[in-house]
């Protein structure tokens, strides 16, 4: 039954009333809260179907780590493409195989290690993470400067499982040139990837979180020499805590794609809960001189404060992406 034209026309001022009404009560955008890091009020990633970002709703804690028994951690190098010199020649199989002189990396977060209160065990041997049984001695899993597809079905299965069960993450340097086929693997990192970058260079590194335990220390600005990583995706969703001001690189952010750099919001530090464990990321660490004593190497010292920071936060020692 059609209405007649009055009460038609009194209907529709009565649903344009309610309308108004209701826009009247929502909050502008100048009102809405402003989260302090990217997608805090959303958990969940559409990209990559996990709980993320720096929300600690995103941990998921299975009692799988016990302080008591001390903090021990798997540094893993294994490069199936080009390796970085301070790694040094590839190691042999099986863990903790001889360390030589040249391997820079593996001997010095040893013995970052042996000074801040932690183990390291180390290996290239994908066969070691085969299993999350495996993994789980381990309170976090350091990813430095591996390249391509470093991992098998097992191991990827295996990390996955890791780190949903609450494991930690770090991720450094060439940990972004890794896996690139993975979509999973790309969220862990932050939903970025490494595109290029330009000739390694010094220039100045901005602490913009102090609050973070890898952070608090740190100066609000440092030289440091690096490659200064362009990153394509750019990390999303993620408490980000270092950056680079590409004005103080003198040769430009350009790589050798062309890609124009990241202008003033330029992260090569940050950190995140991703699929119910922790990550900490950093694009920093392509020379050996980082694990020097600083005197030849500005930055050496903030740098390894740094990754200690950031290991320690990832296996549970200290607070996590505050």
């Not at 899993?141 to 780190?163: E, G, H």
């Not at 952070?215 to 950056?243: C, H, I, M, Q």
């Amino acid at each position: 039954m059609h209405l007649k034209r009055p009460a038609l026309l009194a209907a529709l001022v009565a649903a344009a009333t309610t309308v108004i009404g209701l826009v009247a009560v929502l909050p502008s955008a100048a009102q809405q809260p402003k989260d302090r890091d990217t997608g805090a009020r959303e958990l969940g990633s559409p990209d990559y179907g996990v709980c993320r970002g720096p929300d600690e709703r995103c941990y998921h804690d299975w009692g799988n780590f016990d302080p008591a028994k001390g903090y021990r951690v798997l540094l893993f190098t294994r490069t199936a493409g080009p390796r970085h010199a301070n790694l040094g020649p590839a190691l042999a199989a099986g863990l903790n195989p001889p360390l030589t002189a040249a391997n820079v990396v593996q001997n010095g977060v040893v013995a970052l290690g042996q000074q801040n209160g932690f183990a390291v065990d180390w290996t290239e041997d994908v066969t070691q993470l085969a299993s999350p049984n495996q993994l789980f001695r381990y309170n976090a899993v350091i990813f430095y400067s591996t390249s391509r597809d470093t991992l098998d079905d097992a191991a990827q299965t295996s990390l996955r499982q890791y780190i949903r069960g609450g494991g930690g993450f770090v991720g450094v340097h060439n940990a972004f040139g890794t896996e690139y086929n993975w979509p999973w693997y790309e969220g862990l990192l932050g939903g970025a990837n490494y595109y290029d970058h330009g000739p390694a260079q010094s220039g100045t590194v901005r602490t913009v979180d102090r609050r973070d335990v890898s952070t608090a220390g740190l100066p609000a600005t440092w030289s440091f020499k690096d490659e200064w990583y362009n990153l394509v995706p750019a990390p999303s969703r993620v408490r980000v805590l270092l950056t680079v001001d590409e004005h103080s690189l003198a040769q430009g952010v350009t790589g050798s794609m062309g890609h124009p750099g990241h202008g003033a919001e330029h992260p090569v530090a940050w950190c995140q809960y991703y699929d119910g464990g922790r990550a900490w990321l950093t694009t920093l660490g392509h020379d050996a001189l980082d694990f020097s004593d600083g005197s030849a190497f500005p930055g050496a010292v903030q740098f390894q404060q740094l990754l200690v920071g950031g290991v320690r936060s990832a296996m549970g020692a200290a607070p996590f992406c505050r």
